[in-house]
């Protein structure tokens, strides 16, 4: 049952709007009415529980962050009248509707409406396995703006290096052509070097990203020799960090 000290602050407000004499009835009877106020005021979950479904905004894959499953974060039947409350009001402080735009008040749930402004999807963002300080890094990757680099030479780069073992990365060659073994000026061309022997091979993280269960993958991959597949993966990788337009060369040593 709620009681004054536990109840929503729009709910006491409407609350406060009873004779006196009607809350003193109320209180005597244990809260019966200011409960059932209590619970329409809340129905639907306060900005805290509410969660967004990010595979409701498309299938862009972001390297640097992960998969989400669709039924991890759903979003609610219907939002509480506080949570909207929250946000729409002013405060002494803040006009209302402000904190959905403010990357510091802005609810958890809302994120990914805040980061198409700065053209960040956030879509697949953590995992069932992965959902450590899930609340920060969202607003860091929003904060980072990486969407503004994509396509530059350190973000084909940083995709690539995903898929390398710890400590080694791959070298990216600008205005570089690699055909039949040979290097060659071209200013629509990259050339990525790697050693073949330094990528790695899949991690459980990289299975559950390409692969929609178990069974989906012992269907691709039936030998545990096939689990080697990082170099194609290291190169699709890169190839969609690519802007369209500019043929990607691989040279693996």
């Known amino acids: 049952m709620a009681t004054p000290a536990t109840a929503q602050p729009d709910t006491l407000i409407l609350y406060a709007s009873l004779p006196q004499f009607l809350q003193d009835n109320d209180a005597a009877g244990g809260y019966q009415f200011l409960s059932w106020l209590d619970g329409f005021i809340s129905e639907g979950g306060g900005s805290s529980s509410l969660t967004y479904d990010y595979d409701d905004v498309g299938d862009v894959n972001d390297n640097d962050v992960g998969d989400v499953e669709s039924d991890e974060f759903p979003i609610p039947a219907m939002i509480g009248l506080q949570a909207i409350d929250d946000i729409v009001r002013d405060t002494p402080y803040n006009p209302g509707w402000s ?3 403010d990357i510091n008040r802005c609810p958890t749930y809302a ?12 879509n697949e963002i953590a995992t069932a396995h992965n959902t450590t300080n899930l609340d920060q ?10 969407a ?3 396509g530059t030479a350190s973000t084909i780069e940083t995709a690539a290096n995903a898929y390398m073992k710890p400590g080694y990365f791959v ?6 052509s690699f055909i039949a073994s040979t290097f060659a000026a071209d200013p629509y061309a990259i050339t990525i ?3 073949s022997a330094d990528v790695a091979n899949l991690t459980y993280g990289q299975l559950f990203s390409d692969y929609s269960d178990y069974a989906a993958v ?4 039936p030998y545990y020799s096939d689990f080697g597949q990082g170099i194609p993966n290291l190169e699709a990788a890169a190839l969609a960090a ?6 990607c060369y691989f040279n693996a040593v």
């Open 137 to 146: 890094r969202l607003r860091t990757i929003i904060q980072n703006e990486n």
């Open 242 to 247: 690519a802007p369209a337009g500019l043929f």
């Open 193 to 195: 070097t790697f050693t």
């Open 111 to 122: 994120l990914p409406w805040l980061g198409q402004f700065v053209g960040v999807r956030l």
């Open 218 to 221: 012992l269907s691709a991959l």
């Open 171 to 176: 070298t990216l060659q600008e205005r570089t």
């Open 99 to 101: 904190a959905i735009l």
């Open 148 to 150: 503004f680099a994509r």
